[in-house]
């Protein structure tokens, strides 16, 4: 702060909206710094404050199996898929934090700086899937007609589970919500001493800490027969 103009202030502030998320992220700083007219004692603090909100749409194919192992009493090598994903994950990110700055110089060759630094970073999600398994389905008793087969694999094709797709299970719904959070923090004293022009004493101390964790999850899972394409 003592290299800064007497009284300095900043503050800024931006905001994007993501189409896939359809909200509106906020990103604010802010800055102040002070020192006496003398340039012997000076303070400076800062801020940050960002939110943004993430969402992934996939699609996936979670392995295949040959259909002998399949389906019971059948000879058919080609594969089948053992199941198909289509996945949302969203996540709200929130993240929030400042540092300060204490510098004290009593002379022009002993100069003090204190410095610390605090950052928390939530980052709650969730990962929603809902699965069709074509190899449960037709392993337990289910079909599959009218299949679409491309170099060895079955690529199309109507599956249906126990007796018609009135019985067992051929889709399921899951989905995990995460509470995540990790904050980690500093402190640093900066002494120097210059007791001549060529000679510098320089001492250090500082800390530092960081955790991280996300809290036990939450996983409901439903399954329903089914009959899909």
Do not use: C
Not at 38 to 46: D, P
């Amino acid at each position: 702060p003592l290299d800064l103009d007497p009284f300095t202030a900043y503050a800024s502030m931006e905001g994007a909206y993501t189409e896939t998320s359809k909200k509106f992220d906020p990103y604010a700083t802010a800055l102040f710094s002070w020192h006496d007219s003398n340039n012997m004692i000076g303070v400076l603090v800062s801020g940050i404050y960002q939110e943004r909100h993430i969402r992934r749409d996939g699609f996936e194919i979670l392995g295949y199996a040959p259909m002998s192992q399949t389906a019971t009493g059948s000879t058919d090598p080609n594969l089948v898929p053992t199941l198909i994903n289509s996945a949302l994950f969203q996540q709200d990110r929130i993240r929030k934090g400042g540092n300060f700055d204490i510098q004290f110089k009593p002379t022009d060759q002993l100069e003090f700086n204190l410095n610390g630094f605090l950052s928390i970073f939530n980052a709650e999600n969730t990962n929603q899937s809902y699965l069709v398994d074509p190899q449960r389905a037709i392993a337990n008793g289910g079909t599959l007609t009218n299949g679409v087969l491309d170099k060895g694999a079955y690529v199309a094709g109507t599956v249906m589970s126990k007796a018609g797709g009135t019985q067992d299970f051929g889709v399921f719904y899951d989905s995990f919500h995460r509470l995540a959070k990790t904050t980690s923090h500093n402190i640093d004293l900066d002494t120097k001493y210059n007791p001549t022009d060529t000679l510098t004493l320089h001492l250090d101390f500082g800390y530092t800490d960081a955790t991280g964790k996300t809290d036990p999850q939450y996983f409901p899972e439903f399954g329903a027969p089914a009959a899909f394409s």
